[in-house]
């Protein structure tokens, strides 16, 4: 069992940055994607921002993003630390939601982390 545990969430101004940490019990390095969703109130759960390897060395791994957070967030993972960030700067109201951390097991299952608030005030 993988377990995902969030950190990082908070209140910022608009404008402002914040980093967001994903620990996986696990060693990273059995997840191909490693992924960022977030939910905002009264809306579904969408899909941030993704990363790609295994590689001990994760520098150039792919990544990818929704349009709305390009360019002003990344994501960036650490296998060697079993965990992936979500660094968000130049945010905006509209990015006041949960994020949450997910990844893929060997067979497709997926696992999600439960969540961290963060909270953009105009």
């Known amino acids: 069992q993988v377990q995902l545990v969030e950190s990082g969430g908070g209140l910022v101004q608009a404008g402002g940055s914040l980093g967001l940490s994903c620990a996986a019990s696990g060693s990273t390095r059995h997840f191909n994607v490693m992924a960022w969703y977030r939910q905002a109130p009264e809306k579904q759960r969408e899909w941030v921002a993704a990363?790609?390897?295994?590689?001990?060395?994760?520098?150039?791994?792919?990544?990818t993003y929704t349009d709305s957070v390009k360019v002003r967030f990344t994501i960036a993972r650490a296998n060697a630390k079993n965990a992936v960030y979500l660094h968000m700067h130049s945010l905006n109201p509209e990015a006041t939601a949960v994020y949450s951390c997910?990844?893929?097991?060997?067979?497709?299952?997926?696992?999600w982390g439960q969540g961290t608030q963060v909270t953009v005030s105009a």
């Open positions: 997910y990844t893929e097991g060997p067979l497709g299952d997926p696992y």
């Open positions: 990363i790609t390897s295994r590689a001990a060395s994760t520098s150039r791994a792919p990544t």
